[in-house]
């Protein structure tokens, strides 16, 4: 086996998994506050990437558009948590996750009444070089991609130890009822946590959007988180970054090295099995703790 | 170790022993070195304050825990940890501290289900209607109906037990867990969160259900007056470890027990539910 | 839903229940009546599709509904049925088509068993999560894989005509007949199931797994059955879809969305209630075609295709979310409510039109 290929094959995965991770941390966020499966996620990324795409391509400078596309992230993101998750408090989980799948129908359609249904191209200005790195080819972007995320990354950690609407989400996700005896604000927490969930989610959708060119398709890439989420665990931020790099890394391993045996296309799956696989090894997940059942 | 040989010399004839038993959970040990006997046909309280290590101890029995060390005697069996699927055919029957009823079944069906397990029709055959199938279900219903009459829920067997009160609903559950004729019962706090008459109720029910099944049982109860006046022994818990073991009469007497637990039952009563 | 209306309606036939006479009415009125009075369009656009989607989802209604394990990947047993039923007739074309339907139903139930597998470590949304395994991977198999297409180059596969008994049933109104006994035998049969011992297995698994398996129900067989039943049942329906309905069968037309789609019907139809299954389907069904026919007619020629799609995408999931909000236990609850309040007032009716 060529060993640089290889190299190149692994931290090309590794790359695009810090793609996942941007996504599957979306998830986290809304998982870890609500308990909520926010399959909106994928819609409210393209729905951010469309909305961008469109006001430059409407003649806005970069910045306006970013402005002006976060501040709509974050009237979506209250907007849903007000009108469909709050009338929908103490359902069980499927119908809450349910209604989310019905807030992305409708941001879907809703994002491509507003902007039309063509293929955007979106060019954030960076070359897509491949840049050789002692003898391993690696794509600019993604190295751009995954320095962005890891901005991310580090400006919600930040957020949540070190300011009191961060203190507060904490200590919701440890323990509602505590929370609320304490005198926290939950509906402020929980619209906060559903603006920083729509922040990350222009943060995707402008990264993958420059990949993938911003369409329909778009939304798709929540396929893409889910499998780094049930590795990762739903309510681990770490866990959503380490399970992301995995999967990125096996999904690419798998495609070069075991795809062509199957005749190709196994990105759809292989995620899925992968992360079965592991669970059957180390049924916790990767960071997941043992739960005592209190029975 | 000679606990150890005295176990090994009741055990065939006991109803449930443990032997040397430690479970810990991250290091905190909930239970040390517990050795405890209990005949056939006893009534025997588990007492001791609030994480004592109660609850732990019949997880353990019941299998949902997995000690570290010793071993259960279940019915002349010694387990280093209890199968939980196997529970009910090795004649255990439990309630659970916090209610664990089948909120989507009727009264009747929440007790009739605690027979499936001695079904021998297979699904198909339950399907179909086969002669088979039919008369189990038949015995198992008629079965159930008579236990309801027993615990007078006659007039709610077909309501969803959602729509009981928690008194109701934890007679409910003692109607499924005696249903199998188990030998053995486990009582979880079965009077917690009770009115006085509802208690007295069911300190009725328990020893009707020791009568007529001959079953063991033990129970964890906070109720001093409950626990003198019911069982035949008492074992105190303290951190884990067997502080006392003896007749009720004893337990008042020992020394240890005063110290650890009895003194301050008023405001562990009190303190109850916080 | 009482336990009695439905012992006394087994004990003799002439103390029809309400339910019952209700269940017996709606049965003369589909096999009787609409036959003779419906249209091709009826029958081919609302009725066949309705019924095949009401039989799926009471498939993933015993999965998810009576049982409580989420599965996201419904559509991929609808594929496996039908390409299971479309090769077994093409390959072994001796065998009568009852004996097709019954085996690509148990072929697709083979199929949930092994993606059942991840039910005995998995809950919640990690389960719901790994069904989606199943969906992309039979999706892909299908796809991939020229064999079970018969090698056609679009994966398009048109199966052999309907033909029961060496009749050959080819008018719409036909096909609807055949679908239509066939759902309602199903039924009957899902019907025998949660009414027995076993069914309640089911719903004890769901309510509180550790009291059932202190009681001594198998937990993990009885999450097993579940999906292996349920998986028969949805597979069953895609044969359906394949040889009453569509007529042709391709991979794309089980993707994800389709999946969904059940999901949809089983809870805004009601989780845990076969009735629920039947009433999630017609809404679903029904509502985007009046929705296509509205909007044809109140903006006809003013916008395209896609503005009409995308609006279409709006409304329903308004739809789901309104729904949700207003009647979170399902249309079923609904009809449950009305019913009552029907009951007194039909009663007396129905008893004199006996006597």
């Not at chain 3, 999450?223 to 391709?250: M, T």
Request: hydrophobic letters at 55%; one cysteine or more; proline letters at 4%.
């Amino acid at each position: 086996m060529d060993l640089s290929f290889f190299t190149e094959v692994l931290v090309g995965g590794l790359l695009s998994g810090v793609m996942y991770s941007l996504v599957a941390i979306g998830f986290v966020l809304i998982y870890k506050t609500s308990g909520v499966l926010n399959f909106a996620q994928g819609s409210l990324l393209l729905f951010s990437a469309l909305t961008f795409v469109s006001l430059i391509e409407r003649g806005l400078p970069f910045w306006a558009g970013i402005l002006i596309t976060l501040a709509a992230m974050t009237a979506i993101g209250a907007l849903i948590e007000r009108v469909v998750l709050r009338p929908l408090v103490n359902q069980p989980p499927i119908t809450l996750f349910m209604a989310t799948l019905g807030v992305s129908y409708v941001i879907e359609g809703a994002a491509q009444l507003l902007w039309g249904t063509q293929v955007h191209g979106l060019d954030l200005g960076i070359d897509d070089r491949p840049l050789e790195i002692s003898g391993v080819f690696v794509s600019t972007f993604d190295l751009f991609a995954a320095g962005v995320a890891g901005a991310m990354v580090a400006v919600l950690i930040l957020f949540f130890r070190y300011t009191g609407i961060g203190l507060g989400f904490r200590a919701v996700a440890d323990d509602p009822l505590a929370a609320l005896s304490l005198g926290l604000r939950l509906d402020r927490i929980g619209t906060a946590v559903w603006t920083a969930a729509g922040m990350v989610a222009l943060v995707a959708g402008l990264l993958w959007g420059a990949r993938l060119g911003v369409q329909f398709s778009l939304s798709l890439v929540v396929l893409k988180a889910l499998p780094v989420l049930v590795l990762g665990g739903f309510d681990s931020i770490a866990g959503a970054i380490v399970g992301g790099l995995i999967i990125g890394a096996v999904e690419k391993l798998a495609e070069v090295y075991i795809g062509p045996f199957f005749g190709g296309g196994i990105e759809g799956w292989i995620a899925y099995v992968a992360a079965l696989g592991f669970l059957l090894v180390r049924p916790a997940g990767l960071f997941g703790q043992k739960l005592v059942e209190r029975v | 170790m000679s606990a150890t040989l005295v176990v090994a010399a009741v055990e065939d004839r006991a109803a449930l022993a443990i032997e040397s038993l430690s479970l810990s959970f991250g290091g905190v040990m909930a239970l040390s070195g517990i050795d405890l006997t209990v005949a056939p046909g006893e009534i025997r309280a588990v007492i001791g304050p609030n994480g004592a290590g109660k609850s732990s101890l019949i997880n353990v029995v019941s299998g949902l825990y997995r000690p570290d060390h010793g071993r259960v005697w279940l019915g002349g069996r010694s387990f280093a940890a209890v199968p939980t699927d196997r529970l009910a055919a090795l004649g255990v029957a439990r309630t659970f501290q916090n209610l664990a009823l089948f909120k989507g079944l009727s009264v009747l069906d929440n007790v009739a289900v605690g027979l499936n397990h001695g079904f021998r029709a297979g699904v198909f055959a339950q399907i179909a209607g086969l002669p088979g199938a039919r008369r189990e279900r038949a015995a198992a219903q008629e079965r159930a109906a008579a236990v309801l009459d027993f615990f007078h829920l006659t007039d709610m067997r077909d309501r969803l037990v959602g729509t009981l009160s928690y008194g109701v609903q934890k007679r409910v559950e003692l109607a499924r867990a005696v249903v199998a004729r188990p030998r053995l019962l486990l009582l979880d706090e079965p009077m917690a969160g009770m009115t006085l008459t509802e208690k007295r109720e069911l300190t009725g029910f328990i020893r009707a259900i020791r009568d007529e099944l001959q079953a063991t049982i033990v129970l964890i109860e906070h109720d001093i007056g409950v626990v003198m006046g019911l069982s035949d022994r008492v074992a105190v818990l303290d951190y884990g470890r067997l502080i006392g073991d003896g007749t009720p009469e004893a337990i008042r007497a020992n020394q240890a027990v005063i110290d650890a637990y009895l003194g301050v039952a008023h405001d562990l009563e009190a303190g109850e539910g916080i | 839903m009482s336990d009695i209306a439905i012992k006394t309606g087994r004990r003799s036939l002439p103390g029809l229940s309400p339910q019952a006479f209700g269940v017996a009415a709606l049965l003369a009125i589909a096999f009787g009546v609409v036959p003779l009075v419906g249209s091709e369009y009826l029958f081919d656009a609302l009725l066949t599709p309705f019924l095949v989607l009401s039989l799926a989802g009471l498939g993933l209604n015993l999965l998810t509904g009576y049982t409580g394990q989420v599965s996201l990947g419904s559509s991929a047993f609808m594929a496996v049925g039908a390409y299971a039923a479309c090769n077994l007739a093409f390959r072994l074309p001796g065998l009568p088509f009852l004996v097709d339907l019954v085996a690509a139903g148990v072929i697709a139930a083979a199929v949930g068993l092994v993606f059942g597998l991840p039910s005995l470590r998995l809950r919640g949304f990690y389960l719901a999560v790994s069904t989606l395994a199943a969906q992309f991977f039979v999706q892909w198999v299908f796809n991939k894989i020229g064999w079970f297409s018969n090698d056609s180059a679009s994966g398009i596969v048109t199966p052999p005509p309907l033909s029961i008994a060496g009749i050959a049933v080819t008018s719409p109104v036909g096909r609807y007949l055949f679908t239509l006994s066939v759902v309602v035998a199903v039924t009957a049969l899902v019907w025998r199931l949660v009414r027995s011992p076993t069914g309640s297995a089911l719903i004890a698994v769901r309510d509180h797994e550790t009291a059932a398996r202190v009681i001594g129900i198998p937990v993990l067989r009885t999450k097993l059955l579940a999906f292996a039943v349920s998986s028969f049942v949805i597979g069953i329906a895609g044969v359906l879809w394949a040889f009453a309905y569509l007529r042709n069968v391709e991979p794309a037309g089980f993707n994800l969305d389709r999946s969904f789609q059940i999901l949809f019907i089983v809870i805004i139809g009601g989780l845990a209630s076969l009735r629920g299954a039947f009433l999630g389907a017609a809404l679903i069904v029904i509502f985007p075609l009046g929705l296509a026919r509205l909007g044809d007619a109140l903006l006809g020629g003013l916008f395209d295709s896609g503005v009409l799609e995308m609006s279409q995408r709006v409304v329903l999931g308004l739809l789901i979310i309104v729904f949700l909000i207003a009647e979170p236990a399902g249309l079923s609850a609904l009809v449950d409510r009305m019913t009552r309040r029907i009951t007194p007032w039909i009663t007396p009716w129905i008893t004199a039109g006996r006597a």
